[in-house]
């Protein structure tokens, strides 16, 4: 199947100069969206992880549905003040501006292998917040997977060594 289809530009949003791959119309799609989930989950069958996490909130999309289909827990990263219980907390730097996410401190186990999952790699500034907030709490990053990557932008170099995985590439 050609799931880059059922990918929408939207040019300048949300700002200037920027081409936002719209996913929604994968999302409408229960056969494009199950696909992608299944060749997700064919991907990483039979793999050493333990966990998959994903970053609020696009992430969760893909993470969830990929997390049950492999029968791993899901840890969800948050961002500030939505966690209830104790929680590790990474501010990292944007282009503009700073951002910040939020774990539980009991979100994996010591030593856990850990998937990390998104919608779009762009720039790979929020993954490697994601990496650094799991290797904080014991974690360690099993690899990268994205339906979307912007390859021009350079997220797999940043995110090197960890193994990338995506679906659909520009
Ligand atoms: P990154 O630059 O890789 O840290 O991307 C930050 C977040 O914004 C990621 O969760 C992406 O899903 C989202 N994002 C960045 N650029 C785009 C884009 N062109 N289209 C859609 N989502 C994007």
Redesign the pocket.
Known sequence: MELAKFIRDIPDFPKHG?????ITPLLADPTAFQFSIDRMAERYAGSDIDAIAA?EA??FLFAAPLALKLRKPLVPLRKPGKLPYRSYSLKYE?EYGSAELQMHVDGIDHGARVLLV??????????QASAQLLDHAGGKVAGYCFL?E?DF?G?REKLAPHPVYSLIRY
């Open positions: 920027i081409v936002f791959k719209d970053a696009r992430g944007l998104d919608d779009v790699l762009a720039t790979g500034g929020t993954m979307v912007l932008l997220g």
